[in-house]
């Protein structure tokens, strides 16, 4: 393991120039306070771990390091295990920093040396600073604090501190994060508080833009407050040289002033424009005249108001009127123009319809007129079709009878036919005799009298044939024929209904019209004259009559101030006197206000800082926020506790064999420890020859301090830190001698296995210590403007 | 071997999500930097969370 053979500081804190303090065994630097004994310990540290002492915060900057009145420093530290040698060289220049180590032959630089570094040694700074360099406050709170302080700083030996430590900042966050919450319902509170205000800026934002508007504005009024009173006390000197004067003429000024004052507001309304009455009448004779023409809707007693008011008060009052009676009636115009316009638009709808359906209709009977024709002409060639079937049934009989002739002629021309065949001389039917001409003769006579009937039978057969086809056509045509004229017969009434129809179509679009035409001609005159023209020119009118009215009496008012010896210039600054007052007062007015709002807004910006909805949502992260450290926190204890667990354990393996070799008084034979369940502290006992148990709180102070070293060793053991020095910086700054006896006697039994360095201001301490080990070296570091280390 | 045990317990009880990397990422922080390194790492942290708030130094 490795030990401190040679220490070489170089501008280093408060020592200024080169330093060479080659160490032995046991090393004991003894000197006031501040002296530079903890420098020496810190070079060895930086030599070792170089920019960790700022990272770690044992210093502010590193550079604090090197000596005030130097502008680099240097630190060489020799270690040697056995045979072995290893140097560290480290310097600290404004610019930055250098390392070299050298070991087995090599030279190592940079990275690659701190690498190489921390391998040989086996320790970082962590551990260093827990189980290397051993602080008074390590051992005291082990020594004499409460469970609850001996439990820390075992955690400290233990390297647990460091959740405590990661704790502490999550505690300082979370109460960051409740503060900010806090801050933030504060500023949503006060934005409920002043809702209303921030509501009629438009939002936060626009209370913000007001803000720095005001400051503006604030800025020019009191620019121009400024101007007015040097402006006030220019005219105050001036119209003290007419102030007799003016004092005796003071109500014809106040007068004169009021009626000025007047006339220019009245002036500055109109613009200048020298009003008179024309527009005022032109207004009057349309309103008039529109009455007139609707006096049959409006009543006689309108018009009769318009004509026969005399003064403006009555007048104005019956053209509102009027004017009202003639909006009224143009709404009823408008009105009936709807109506009529629905009727116009029913007529013609119905025409049109009316109109498609005579088209229907016209087809029909096209489409009919054919059969209606061929029946007509049927009925022209047989007549009516009951005569038809009258005549046929007749033709029919006449048929019937000449085909019985004909059954008669035929038997007859037969029996002729055959007694001339035959030639008999009697007849075969009577028997009476027969001549042959005369049977020749009735023979021709029947035969000519057969052929006629039969022709005459033929004609009968033809004629029913014809009348039974006519009377069959007129039959098939009787349905159509039937539907022709009832097709006719209603287009005929379609048409009567169309011609009326459009009839009234015509009239209510010829009365629409006229409607239209008054409705549109009393609109242009209503808009031309609305409301606010006619109460404009009542005022106008009403204007021009108080102008003329002030414009006269002012000029009787010239006249008296002239009288009273009052000249214009004189009353020029009196009237500009009291303008500039009033003008100041009106700033100071208008000031008064936006400083108020100023400070109301400068409330709500400071209060508020912010719109609620970002504020509500700003508080809703940081609640989260809080939870989730809450939860972290809570974790890392219990990480905490079964570290301590663990690490206690792996201790305990080696505590009580590191105890015994330190401690040989022999009355206790066995340490242990374990953790309490409740607070989970650490709980220390001691076993007496005759198996007593003791507790930490019934050893001694000597016992307490065997077993802190013993710890803080047996945790060494198991770190596997290749340093083979310990460092005790101040350990026992009280002054108890049974503690100091125990300290030097822990010494002396760790000097058997470890090089030990103490730092002490107690000389007596020093001296003890270098009697019981004369071997020891001890140094005196003194400080007369630069620090100094004097072996002894 | 220290600074392991607490690494070793921390990823016990953490698990290996999100939080447990967070938590490891403060003890190393505070390990190599103290408390100045531990408030940078949870300044961070606060901001993801939309939270940008600084704590006081102790």
């Known amino acids: ?792 | 071997m220290l600074v392991n045990t607490i690494i070793e317990e921390l990823r016990k009880v953490f698990g290996s999500g999100d939080e447990g990397r967070l938590a490891e990422r403060l003890i190393l922080a505070y390990k190599d930097g103290g408390t100045r390194a531990v408030r940078l790492v949870l300044h961070e942290y606060l901001k993801t969370l939309g939270v940008n708030v600084e704590s006081r130094e102790n």
């Not at chain 1, 014809?252 to 007047?262: G, M, N, R």
């Open chain 1, 1 to 792: 393991m490795w030990r401190v053979e040679r220490i070489e500081i170089e501008n280093f804190r408060s020592y200024r120039g080169r330093h060479v303090i080659l160490s032995g065994d046991v090393n004991i630097l003894w000197g006031r306070v501040g002296a530079g004994k903890t420098s020496v310990l810190y070079a060895i540290e930086y030599a070792l771990f170089g920019r960790q002492l700022e990272v770690k915060e044992r210093v502010a900057r590193l550079v604090d390091l090197i000596h005030s009145g130097a502008d680099e420093m240097r630190i060489a530290l020799t270690l040697r295990s056995g045979s072995s040698t290893l140097c560290i060289e480290r310097q600290l220049a404004r610019g930055g920093e250098k390392l070299i180590v050298r070991h087995g032959g090599e030279e190592l630089r940079g990275g690659e040396a701190e690498s190489r570094l921390l391998e040989l040694i086996g320790a970082d700074e962590d551990v260093y600073e827990r189980l290397v360099y051993i602080s008074h406050r390590t051992l005291e709170d082990f020594i004499y604090g409460t469970a609850r302080k001996r439990s820390t700083s075992v955690d400290r030996l233990f390297g647990i501190d460091i959740v405590d430590g990661v704790v502490r900042v999550i505690a300082a966050f979370e109460r960051a994060l409740i503060e900010r919450a806090e801050n933030l319902r504060r500023r949503l509170s006060a934005y409920e508080k002043y809702k209303e205000v921030i509501r009629k800026y438009g939002g936060y934002a626009g209370a913000v833009s007001r803000l720095s508007e005001l400051d503006k504005e604030i800025a020019a009024l009191r620019e121009r407050e400024r101007e007015l009173t040097v402006m006030l006390d220019e005219l105050a000197q001036r119209r003290s040289a007419h102030l007799s004067r003016l004092k005796e003429s003071e109500s014809i000024l106040v007068e004169y002033y009021k009626a000025k004052s007047e006339l220019e507001a009245l002036e500055a309304v109109t613009g200048g424009e020298d009003a008179t009455a024309s527009t005022f009448e032109k207004i009057r004779e349309a309103i008039k005249e529109a009455v007139e023409e609707y006096e049959h809707a409006l009543g006689r007693e309108l018009l009769d108001k318009l004509t026969k008011s005399q003064d403006l008060e009555a007048l104005s009052a019956a053209m509102m009127e009027a004017h009202d009676a003639l909006a009224r009636l143009l709404r009823d115009m408008e009105a009936q123009v709807l109506e009529l316009r629905k009727f116009h638009e029913q007529y013609a709808a119905k025409a049109r319809r009316l109109e498609s359906e005579i088209a229907d209709m016209e087809a029909r009977l096209r489409r009919l007129e054919r059969g209606h024709q061929r029946f007509r002409e049927l009925q022209k060639q047989y007549g009516q079709l009951e005569s038809a079937k009258a005549a046929l049934l007749e033709c029919k009989r006449r048929f019937e009878e000449l085909e019985r002739g004909l059954a008669l002629f035929s038997a007859l021309r037969t029996i002729a036919h055959y007694i001339t065949e035959t030639g008999l001389e009697r007849c075969p039917v009577c028997g009476s005799a027969l001549s042959k001409d005369a049977i020749e003769a009735l023979a021709k006579s029947v035969d000519e009298k057969f052929g006629g009937m039969i022709r005459e039978a033929e004609r009968y057969k033809e004629r029913a044939r014809e009348l039974e086809r006519a009377i069959e056509e007129m039959e098939a045509l009787n349905a159509e024929v039937l539907e022709y004229l009832s097709v006719r017969s209603r287009l005929e009434e379609l048409r009567a209904e169309r011609d009326e129809t459009v009839r009234r179509a015509v009239q209510a679009e010829k009365a629409l019209r006229e409607l239209e035409r008054k409705g549109e001609r009393l609109k242009m005159l209503l808009s031309r004259i609305d409301k606010r023209a006619l109460l404009d020119a009542v005022a106008r009118y009403s204007r021009a009559a108080r102008i003329r009215e002030l414009r006269r009496r002012l000029r009787e008012l010239e006249d008296a101030l002239r009288r009273a010896g009052l000249t214009g210039e004189a009353i020029e600054i009196d009237m500009r006197w009291r303008e500039a007052i009033e003008s100041l007062e009106r700033v100071t007015s208008r000031l008064a206000e936006l400083y108020r709002e100023r400070a109301l807004l400068e409330d709500v910006t400071k209060s508020v800082g912010g719109e609620a909805e970002e504020l509500r949502k700003e508080l809703d992260a940081a609640l989260y926020a809080y939870s989730k450290l809450e939860d972290i926190k809570s974790k890392l204890m219990l990480v905490k506790l079964r570290a301590r667990e663990r690490l206690l354990e792996a201790a305990k393996s080696k505590l009580n064999e590191v105890f015994l070799s330190l401690y040989r008084y022999g009355d206790i034979v066995k340490v242990g420890a374990d953790l309490e369940g409740r607070r989970g502290y650490y709980d220390f006992h001691a076993i007496a020859p005759n198996g007593e148990r003791y507790g930490i709180a019934k050893l001694s102070d000597g016992q307490r301090l065997s077993i802190a070293l013993a710890l803080a060793l047996a945790l060494r053991f198991i770190s596997n830190v290749q340093l083979g020095f310990l460092i005790f910086d101040d350990p026992i700054p009280y002054i108890d001698v049974n503690i100091r006896k125990a300290f030097i006697e822990l010494v002396r039994g760790l000097a058997e296995q470890y090089q030990v360095f103490v730092a002490t201001q107690s000389e007596e301490l020093a001296r003890a210590l270098r009697a019981i080990m004369p071997r020891s070296k001890l140094f005196a570091v003194v400080k007369n403007g630069s620090s100094e280390v004097r072996e002894e």
